[in-house]
């Protein structure tokens, strides 16, 4: 047992699409959350960049003493995960490798689409996990203005302009034989409902999901599940604390609050 806090960290609101699955799988664990809200969007930055913030995220998270850090957003997963890992002794996951996986369970015709930051769909990082596993067609998408929709509340079922920018990046698919599509960035998930108006018969892939599912296996077979019930969930955020709330509150479904603090003198 191990009743230390577990880490998430994304560039703002996308990583709470991990903190809803984890909190429904692993009720019983303390989360602390920073959302980079001052430097969002990290997909659009360079590759040194990201990984600059990456580490400055885990070291706040560090701080707290954490068991586990899951790095909530499909581009530093993409672009900084494997050096995160050379650098910190905490066991850090991502949300790629369990997305992709699943994926290639799902898929009928072998034509699977990703959906991502610009960042993610150029690292390649999915059309090279998705190959070694015998697909038969990749299409990545960047689709860099969702970010931007999730982070405004443009996100629910009905949001006209939503749909258009869904229907703009991703309606040609309609017509591709694809029939499965990996949502790559965290802050995907909360589009789905409008993601699936567009594409009605397309199976997607919640990468917060399959990370959530993911850390639940390995900390009940490393025995590090918490033995108290803690299930509250701290956050954190790099700029507009207010802000951050309001829109969190509509996704998370209950009031929460976050507190400011810089990162940049971690
Ligand atoms: N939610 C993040 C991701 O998964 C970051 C998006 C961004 O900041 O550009 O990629």
Redesign the pocket.
């Known amino acids: 047992m191990d009743n230390r806090p577990i880490g998430v960290f994304?560039?703002?609101l996308?990583?709470l699409s991990a903190v809803k699955e984890l909190q429904k799988l692993l009720p019983d664990e303390h989360i602390v959350y920073f959302g980079d809200t001052g430097r969002?969007?990290?997909?659009?930055k360079s590759y040194e960049t990201i990984k600059r913030y990456a580490e400055q995220d885990v070291k706040f998270l560090q701080s707290f003493d954490v068991k586990a850090v899951l790095a909530a957003?499909?581009?530093v997963s993409a672009v900084a995960l494997e050096e995160l890992k050379q650098k910190f002794s905490i066991p850090l996951y991502g949300?790629v490798d369990d997305a992709a996986s699943k994926a290639m369970k799902e898929t009928k015709t072998g034509i699977i689409a990703v959906a991502?930051?610009e960042a993610?769909i150029g690292s390649g990082i999915f059309e090279r996990k998705l190959s070694k596993s015998g697909l038969s067609r990749y299409i990545g998408v960047a689709c860099p203005l969702f970010?931007s929709l999730v982070e405004c509340g443009f996100y629910k079922e009905d949001d006209q302009v939503a749909y258009e920018v869904c229907e703009r990046y991703l309606g040609f698919l309609k017509n591709a034989g694809v029939d499965t599509l990996i949502l790559g960035?965290?802050?995907f998930p909360i589009l789905a409902p409008v993601i699936s108006k567009v594409l009605p018969d397309v199976k997607l892939i919640n990468p917060s999901y399959e990370a959530a599912v993911k850390l639940k296996e390995t900390l009940e077979r490393e025995g590090l599940l918490s033995g108290k019930k803690d299930n509250k969930v701290e956050y954190f955020v790099s700029d507009q604390p207010i802000k951050f709330a309001n829109v969190a509150n509509i996704f998370i479904g209950h009031d929460i609050e976050a507190k400011m603090i810089d990162i940049e003198k971690v």
């Open positions: 994304d560039s703002g996308g990583g969002v969007p990290y997909g659009t957003c499909g581009t949300v991502g930051t993610t970010v960035c965290t802050h």
